[in-house]
């Protein structure tokens, strides 16, 4: 298994790219199962779940084409097109949901298209049980019948989904879309009261829209969707990364250094900026892109909850306490979206981080420096978190288990060792 090896202390200065957003293009991809036209992806990052989900749609009978070697060394972004002329299997096995929650994304299109389904219940994952009621019951409300059986979501409907009246008691992300992809070919209009309003949901809003779909409310918590018999092929390019955006703001925060985030943009990570800015960071939109620098005085502590958009995303909480172990001062982090998402704690301790958790808050006591070790990782925004950590910490850091990494941030030892990092995988 791959390792990543790092050794700390240099500030970052230089351009890093950020990629189209993974979560934007998880269910933008899925959304191809909703037409017998071609979608045209642009601006997909070259990530590992990309292609997880590419696998699970071509088992599915979508033909994808995809184009040659992108521009710029590849940090152009990747063209998909999927084309859904015809569904031949209805069924998303164990092994594929297993690997990848998002996975659960084909249900509503599936169902809406060609009213069966047959997806794994995904189960639970590092960070949590993350049920996926919300979702059955959004499409039990346009008229799904649904059972579970032998570990599996089978539903089905009799003729077109329904539109509804939905009010999701929580916020949840996946539900918001999965029922707003059901919607957009159910009979009638459906109303998504409490949805996300987090920018990937806009995005894949606006996508349906193109598509034929009528909505009012994008962006906002209440979704009115008008649904169609049928919708169209288009070409919609998927926007930028705030998880990698906000990621690559902290590694320039941490390390006293000065970046351009080359192609993303303010109002994609406000919530993020607030906080860096009191943290002393300062952060200010170019033609290009965000810059982001650190250059008087030391971090400095500050406390953050995690809350859907727009408030701090869950996605940036582990970047954020690597921050804030060396801060000046104590910072006290809530965690309210996942309820076991401070598995890193350990690992940044072992750093020689202060930190305490106390059921869902984590104060931190900044230290003067991290130290390196070897570190393993257990979910993607964990891993990450350990990246920031060695690039700020005294000697060398190995994280092990790097193919978390590799599922949410593209060429990240590339990226990082333009800007000056000493970052190396080692392959083994
Ligand atoms: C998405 C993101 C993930 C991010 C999360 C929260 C993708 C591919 N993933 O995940 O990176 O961390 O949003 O911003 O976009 N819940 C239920 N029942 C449900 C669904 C969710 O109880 O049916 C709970 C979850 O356990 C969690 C909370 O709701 O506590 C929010 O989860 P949700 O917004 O659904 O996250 P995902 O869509 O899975």
Known sequence: MDRIRIVGGNRLHGQIPISGAKNASLPLMAASLLTDETVTLSNLPHLVDIST???????????????????????????????????TESTAPYDLVRTMRASVLVLGPLLARTGHARVSLPGGCAIGTRPVDLHLSALEQ??????????????????RLQGAHIVFPM????????????????DGVTVLANAAREPEVADLARCLMAMGAEIDGIGTDTLRIEGCDSLHGIHHPVIADRIETGTYAMAAAITGGDVV???????LIEAIADVLRKAGSEISETAE???????NGPVQGVDVMTEPFPGFPTDMQAQFMTLMAVAEGASMITETIFENRFMHVPELCRMGANINVHGASAIVRGVPRLSGAPVMATDLRASVSLVLAGLAAEGETVINRVYHLDRGYERLEEKLSACGAEIERLKD
């Open 53 to 87: 989900m590419a696998h699970l749609l071509t088992e599915l009978g979508v033909h994808i084409e995809m184009d040659g070697e992108a521009p710029n060394g590849g940090h152009a972004g990747r063209a998909l097109a999927l084309t859904a002329k015809k569904v």
């Open 142 to 159: 346009m008229g799904a019948e649904i059972e579970i059986r032998e570990g599996y979501i089978e539903a089905k409907a009799s003729g």
């Open 171 to 186: 916020v949840s992300v996946g539900a918001t879309e999965n029922a707003l992809m059901a919607a957009a070919l159910a």
């Open 261 to 267: 985030l080359r192609g993303s943009r303010l109002d």
């Open 289 to 295: 892109g965000l810059r982001v620098a650190r250059s």
